[in-house]
């Protein structure tokens, strides 16, 4: 079990820099995912734990320690790579093994190890087998198993799920949290699939062009995202975000806030629309409503509106959000938050009347 | 006449290439033949097809012509210690090539591909006074050591390796492996294609190369077979075609075993050596 | 620790010694000698009596017409070879094309003389050749045609070495054709079916331009394979008669032990034709590129 830090890092490659005076604490134990858009870096970060890229400037510390003189292989680390990486001329059961063999592990403790680690990951029956001749899934395992099997204080997993069919990635998903809750170890996994992130983590690490939007929970980074890259990164459909039209301000709400109705609403935002697509999701359907100025998303569990219809769209106070012209979120505490929210009941009172005397 | 062509036209296009391939047979047939002749069956007219007794005799007496149990240990010990020493030598070169970064690379390796367009035909009077030098010429190595760095084979190897993806070796990094083992256990058994082309290509070269040692021997104690067989007809006399086919036969026999059984590998490897 | 960092530096260039060893002692030095040597009278029998001559060797090539006979020589038979092997060979791969067991059979049977010695090759078609009780005559005589002396007539000569090296060859290029032949996408040619193109509008507008970088190199390859001619002359006809098989390798060779500057010199020519010809292949290939 350890801890990681990164201390004023900074990484790059042949003078591009791609990640600058980073700082960053994962806590022992904890289930830790890596998110953010393709090319953000997390691959990055998470080769200089391992220490595969080390770092350009700045420590890695692995419980406390500083880690940038140690070789990959003594930091008892272990990773599992997106396309598996497995030794293909080795069978299963070598595979397996050749980190304990490296580690002059004794043959019966070996034998040992290997077969409690294959029964756990469900290979148990494939030891002899060579990899090409196992499915994906099996291969995933292997990869896995080859991981486990050193006891590593820090297990990496840069998008371990992302080369597996859905049904099998969401099976793969559980068997992951099941087993981080019985190994207890540190886990940083990376992704880029949002979902993934929430379901899994227990902390979300969210990362943009090298840098840290925001370290939470997965229901703080939702519920209270930093600045408007991690409302929109975050959700799905993400965070509607439209201009309110003073001192560079946006303000937005996510699409499940949203309520329609036929008739005009008494909530604090409104504004009248039409229903330009109309997504059924089985329990939820997803309208997009346009207004004169803006697109909507809206998530209903309800499915009564077609497309064409005029609908008012309406948010309730408690689910806006605003966001100052630097991106960042304007907290309900500052003073601000209650002015640009009248601000914005105002404006929806000018809209509705002006949708009524049209209609 | 369409209808009729539809009919003639499979069996003369296979007749056809039955002539070709019988061109391109026929004379090892002819050589096979005549090494069981007699010497005056070699001489009629019109010839002597099937031999009426197989004359044995004639392999005897061309391998008495001279030291011909030297002239096959030589090729043996030099067209094995070649593949062995460039197998050797190729591995490592290859790998640090392919996979690690460091000054000069590019330079040194503009030199590998500088060598292997500088053909033996250009070098071998600077090689051989330098051999001659170091007083190696009355042993195998002048025929062995110029050939320690196969240029192609490094060239092949790399691009091998360079198709490895780095995971495989990061994870192998990761489990604590040293980078020899690295070579050892994981890129070697993965590139077994490439080196049984490589290797299979240097037996045919070397087994089969005349001008080589012909300019590095001066005795018959360090030449290989395929001197000792174009040598027959000084010894034996230039009309006694069934002793020299004989020894012919001997000369051509291990080739084509070996091509009988690695056929397809010996056709794949010197495809690659065309293409790339 | 600081020891192990140093390794890790040094490590790449141990692991590139031998191979550099051998490529800078075997060829690269080689290379610089022998420009020396070329300036050289050289004396084997007592080095210290080596003189130099400047570009005397040089002069010397130039102005003896048994060098512009072996140059000459040389020209023809890599003209006759490169032409009569890549037209033999293209049209045996357009006729081998198809994947067929017996195609396969014989494309091999084709390219077994390649990998026979070329010690081999040479004595069974000298035995053939041979004037008197040889194979060829015989068939020719059958046919009521009359025979030839092949190798021992200066006029004869060089063609039948020609034709030796062009039986020789024809299965290794026929291959590497074939290999380019299939490596065309089916889709071209039905997409050609569709818009009821002939077969010879088919090869002449798709097959022969999407196949002619290999055309290219291969003709490249043979050029330079070529003007390294010797195995066969010096076994065949020892470069005779009368000097009409003398190539530039045979040339070198000969004057190997009793005028190595002079031999010398003659192999710094042979290298300059060979670079030369290397730099052509080098244009062509990075147009090659080019293309795709
Ligand atoms: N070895 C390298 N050399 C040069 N640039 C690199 C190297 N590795 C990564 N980069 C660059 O660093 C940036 C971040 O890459 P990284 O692989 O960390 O992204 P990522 O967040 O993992 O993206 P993805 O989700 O696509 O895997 C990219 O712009 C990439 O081009
Ligand atoms: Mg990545």
Not at chain 2, 176 to 186: Q, V, Y
Request: glycine share 6%.
């Amino acid at each position: 079990m350890a801890s990681i830090e990164f201390v004023n890092v900074t990484q790059s490659f042949d003078k591009n820099v791609i990640i600058k005076d980073l700082n960053l604490k994962i806590e022992d134990g904890k289930f830790t995912v890596l998110v953010g858009p393709s090319g953000c870096g997390k691959t990055t970060l998470l080769r200089m734990i391992a220490g595969l890229d080390p770092q350009t400037s700045g420590s890695v510390l692995i419980n406390g320690k500083d880690v940038t003189r140690i070789p990959p292989g003594q930091r008892g680390v272990a990773m599992v790579f997106q396309n598996y990486a497995i030794y293909p001329t080795m069978s299963v059961r070598e595979n397996i093994e050749f980190g304990l063999k490296n580690n002059k592990v004794p043959k019966d403790e070996r034998k040992r190890l290997v077969e409690s680690i294959s029964e756990t990951v469900g290979l148990a029956g494939y030891l002899d087998r060579k990899p090409s001749t196992l499915s994906g899934g099996q291969r995933q395992r292997i990869a896995l198993a080859r991981a486990m099997v050193k006891k590593p204080s820090v297990f990496l997993m840069d998008e371990p799920l992302s080369n597996l069919d859905a049904k099998l990635r969401v099976q793969m998903r559980i068997e992951l949290i099941e087993m981080h809750k019985k190994l207890g170890t540190t886990f940083v996994y990376v992704t880029h699939d949002q979902v993934e992130a929430m379901s899994m983590a227990d902390t979300i690490v969210l990362m943009n062009q090298g840098q840290i939007q925001q370290e939470a929970a997965p229901e703080v980074i939702y519920r209270q995202p930093n600045n408007l890259f991690a409302a929109q990164f975050i959700g799905v459909p993400p965070m509607n975000i439209a201009e309110l039209g003073i001192d560079n301000v946006m303000f937005g709400f996510r699409p499940e806030s949203g309520v329609l109705s036929t008739e005009p609403l008494a909530t604090h935002f409104q504004v009248p629309g039409t229903i330009v697509t109309r997504e059924m999701l089985g329990s939820e359907t997803i309208y997009q409503v346009k207004s004169e100025e803006q697109a909507y998303m809206i998530k209903c569990t309800e499915d009564r509106f077609v497309v064409d219809q005029e609908v008012y769209l309406g948010v309730e106070a408690g689910n806006l959000f605003f966001f100052g012209a630097d991106e960042n979120r304007i907290d309900r505490e500052d003073g601000r938050f209650s002015s640009y929210l009248e601000a914005l009941g105002g404006r929806s009172k000018v809209l509705v009347m002006r949708g009524q005397a049209n209609g | 006449m369409s209808f009729e062509w539809k009919y003639v036209r499979a069996p003369l296009s296979f007749l056809l290439k039955a002539i070709v391939l019988m061109i391109f047979i026929f004379p090892f047939l002819w050589m096979i033949s005549t090494s069981l002749q007699t010497f005056q069956e070699t001489l009629t007219f019109p010839p002597t097809w099937i031999p009426s007794i197989p004359q044995w005799v004639n392999f005897s007496t061309a391998m008495n012509a001279g030291p011909f149990l030297t002239y096959a240990r030589n090729s043996i010990i030099v067209t094995f210690s070649v593949i062995l020493i460039q197998v050797l030598v190729m591995i490592p070169a290859a790998y640090a090539f392919a996979k690690y970064r460091f000054a000069g690379k590019e330079i040194l390796f503009s030199f590998v591909l500088l060598a292997f367009m500088i053909p033996g035909q250009v070098t071998f009077i600077p090689v051989y006074l330098m051999l001659a030098d170091w007083g190696l010429i009355n042993s195998l190595l002048p025929q062995i050591l110029p050939f320690m760095a196969n240029a192609f084979g490094i060239f092949l190897l790399r691009q091998y390796f360079m198709q490895i993806p780095q995971e495989i070796i990061e994870s192998a990094r990761l489990d604590n492996a040293s980078e020899f083992k690295i070579i050892w256990k994981i890129m070697v058994p993965m590139s077994m294609p490439a080196l049984a082309t490589i290797a299979l290509f240097s037996f045919v070269s070397h087994w089969n190369d005349y001008f080589w040692p012909l300019v590095m021997t001066d005795s018959a104690a360090v030449r290989p077979l395929t001197m000792g067989i174009a040598m027959l007809r000084e010894t034996e006399g230039i009309s006694n075609w069934h002793i020299i086919m004989a020894g012919n036969v001997v000369l051509v026999i291990p080739i084509l075993i070996v091509y009988l059984f690695a056929s397809k590998q010996i056709v794949k490897a010197f495809v690659y050596s065309g293409i790339k | 620790m600081d020891k192990k960092r140093i390794w890790e530096a040094v490590r790449p260039y141990v692991m590139i010694l031998p191979a550099m060893t051998g490529i800078v002692l075997f060829v690269l030095y080689p290379v610089a000698y022998l420009i020396k040597l070329s300036f050289y009278k050289y004396n084997l029998m007592n080095k210290d009596k080596s003189k130099f001559i400047g570009t005397d060797n040089y002069t010397q090539i130039f102005s003896r017409e048994d060098f512009y006979t072996a140059l000459l020589n040389t020209v023809v038979y890599t003209i006759g070879v490169v032409v009569l092997t890549l037209v033999l060979s293209l049209i045996i791969a357009v006729w081998l094309n198809k994947r067929k067991r017996f195609n396969a059979i014989v494309q091999a049977g084709i390219f077994t003389p390649h990998i026979i010695s070329i010690v081999s090759v040479a004595l069974v078609w000298m035995w053939l050749m041979e004037p008197n009780h040889g194979l060829l005559n015989f068939l020719l005589k059958t046919f009521g045609l009359p025979g030839s002396t092949w190798l021992q007539n200066s006029s004869t000569a060089m063609i039948s070495i020609i034709i030796v090296s062009v039986w020789q060859n024809i299965g290794y290029y026929t291959l590497i054709i074939v290999a380019a032949l299939q490596s065309i996408p089916p889709s071209i040619y039905e997409a050609a079916a569709l818009d009821n193109a002939s077969k010879f509008q088919v090869f002449r507008k798709i097959t022969l331009p999407l196949i002619s970088p290999q055309l290219f190199f291969i003709l490249i390859i043979m050029t330079i394979g070529s003007f390294k001619v010797f195995d066969t002359v010096k076994i065949m006809t020892g470069g005779g008669p009368n000097g009409a098989t003398t190539t530039l390798v045979y040339y070198i060779y000969e004057f190997r032990t009793n005028s190595i500057g002079y031999a010398s010199a003659t192999g710094v020519v042979l290298m300059a034709i060979i670079a030369l010809l290397t730099v052509v292949y080098f244009r062509v290939l990075s147009k090659k590129v080019h293309y795709q």
